[in-house]
């Protein structure tokens, strides 16, 4: 029984990694939509589960935890109603391959719209601030690559990003940690600074350095107000879509 | 299958109306959070449903559209694993009792969290303002009626209200028509604004009347996290808490 189901196709948002980012996310949802009313926003279904053990040092130590509640919210979200699935966690990239195997909903990839927005800008080499989980994944390597080449952090850059994503978890600013990071980045050469981590674009907020930033949570709310527009033109039933 | 299911209460949040609103709502309990790290925050589902039809217009028609959808998606966050439910929009706490019959999951009453907020603050009679249909539906004057006197809405009022409340639901500001309303509820004599629907804390933002709201937004976030929180410790079913 569905009472009023949308034209717009549903996003499924696997979340809570950490739950800043996935409000932020979510709010970039809404500030992408061309809305006039209730009715034009984008339909979601969101399983927001902060308890998800932390991805980076679950990559970094070769364990698979986090992959077996991410399955039983993709779960959720499928038996929910979600006809595409959105991540607003960089480092949960690592499993999405396997998430995709075990569901006929399109996955959206965060580093495939984060490089559409590289390509977009063209300020030469990108400097990527993560995790270091996403980084020895290689989540966003071989995706960035074509669009542009990749500075990766020198150790005390990456110990700035983990102090300013540490911050934001913890409900705290991590805006000067973020700066500083960025900063390292851009004397090094840097055109501009993937905030490759959904902390960082909110400890970015009004950093001076915001306009040489690149917020891959933007550009994944984008790809995501876009298929669910584009579905409701196309519906052809959602394992067509990849 | 659960894994890691979480010692918090996980909250169902039937959303979307509107979807700012929303993601309002989802950041202000993520503030409310006494958090240190991810895994320290309230789990949450929600089911984000911006189509339901306006909730105003239909308890003015004397109609019911809205309750249909409403109960799909408190079916969705039952079967999605909420231990209780919230919604953060005003005017369709009218379904409340009907919906509240249909589940054993507590439904927090938004009208219960502002009065209680309303008798911390003892600032003397509080200035209504909401849809037509929330006053109309009476979902405040008996609950807050015991914390303080009531001031409703003269039609110019109401017609500034409505504005603001339109102006956030189609992603612009609404700033200066809720600083009108308000500004003419403290002329009137309110003590503090009351604002009772869930676009009118998005508009009044950094107003200048900032600090004589009360945010029932805020309230109904609070509350939740109390509850999610005092469930770790007495966790006894949903269906012993009230």
Same mark, same amino acid.
């Given at each position: 029984?569905?009472?009023?189901?949308?034209?717009?196709?549903?996003?499924?948002?696997?979340?809570?990694?950490?739950?800043?980012?996935? $409000?932020?996310?979510?709010?970039?949802?809404?500030?992408?939509?061309?809305?006039?009313? &209730?009715?034009?926003? $984008?339909?979601?279904?969101?399983?927001?589960?902060?308890?998800?053990?932390?991805?980076?040092?679950?990559?970094?130590?070769?364990?698979?935890?986090?992959?077996?509640?991410?399955?039983?919210?993709?779960?959720?979200?499928?038996?929910?109603?979600?006809?595409?699935?959105?991540?607003?966690?960089?480092?949960?990239?690592?499993?999405?391959?396997?998430?995709?195997?075990?569901?006929?909903?399109?996955?959206?990839?965060?580093? &495939?719209?984060?490089?559409?927005?590289?390509?977009?800008?063209?300020?030469?080499? $990108?400097?990527?601030?993560?995790?270091?989980?996403?980084?020895?994944?290689?989540?966003?390597?071989?995706?960035?690559?074509?669009?542009?080449?990749?500075?990766?952090?020198?150790?005390?850059?990456?110990?700035?990003?983990?102090?300013?994503?540490?911050?934001?978890?913890?409900?705290?600013?991590?805006?000067?940690?973020?700066?500083?990071?960025?900063?390292?980045?851009?004397?090094?050469?840097?055109?501009?600074?993937?905030?490759?981590?959904?902390?960082?674009?909110?400890?970015?907020?009004?950093?001076?350095?915001? &306009?040489?930033?690149?917020?891959?949570?933007?550009?994944?709310?984008?790809?995501?107000?876009?298929?669910?527009?584009?579905?409701?033109?196309?519906?052809?039933?959602?394992?067509?879509?990849?």
């Amino acid at each position: 029984m569905e009472h009023g189901a949308p034209a717009l196709l549903t996003v499924g948002v696997l979340g809570g990694m950490g739950p800043a980012a996935t $409000v932020d996310f979510l709010g970039k949802i809404v500030g992408a939509t061309p809305a006039s009313c &209730d009715q034009d926003h $984008v339909p979601a279904v969101v399983w927001s589960r902060p308890q998800i053990p932390d991805r980076s040092r679950a990559i970094l130590a070769g364990d698979d935890g986090p992959l077996a509640p991410l399955l039983d919210g993709l779960g959720v979200l499928e038996r929910a109603g979600a006809d595409f699935i959105a991540m607003p966690c960089n480092s949960a990239h690592h499993w999405h391959a396997r998430l995709q195997g075990r569901t006929r909903a399109p996955i959206l990839h965060i580093a &495939d719209a984060a490089a559409a927005a590289v390509s977009a800008r063209a300020l030469g080499p $990108v400097g990527l601030l993560s995790t270091r989980g996403t980084i020895a994944a290689g989540i966003y390597q071989a995706r960035l690559s074509k669009a542009a080449g990749i500075i990766l952090p020198d150790e005390p850059t990456q110990a700035l990003a983990d102090a300013a994503i540490a911050a934001v978890k913890a409900g705290r600013c991590g805006r000067s940690a973020l700066e500083a990071a960025a900063g390292r980045m851009l004397e090094r050469g840097a055109g501009s600074v993937l905030l490759a981590c959904t902390e960082l674009p909110i400890a970015a907020g009004r950093s001076r350095f915001a &306009d040489r930033c690149i917020d891959p949570t933007l550009a994944l709310a984008q790809a995501c107000v876009a298929m669910s527009y584009g579905g409701r033109l196309t519906r052809t039933g959602a394992g067509t879509r990849a």
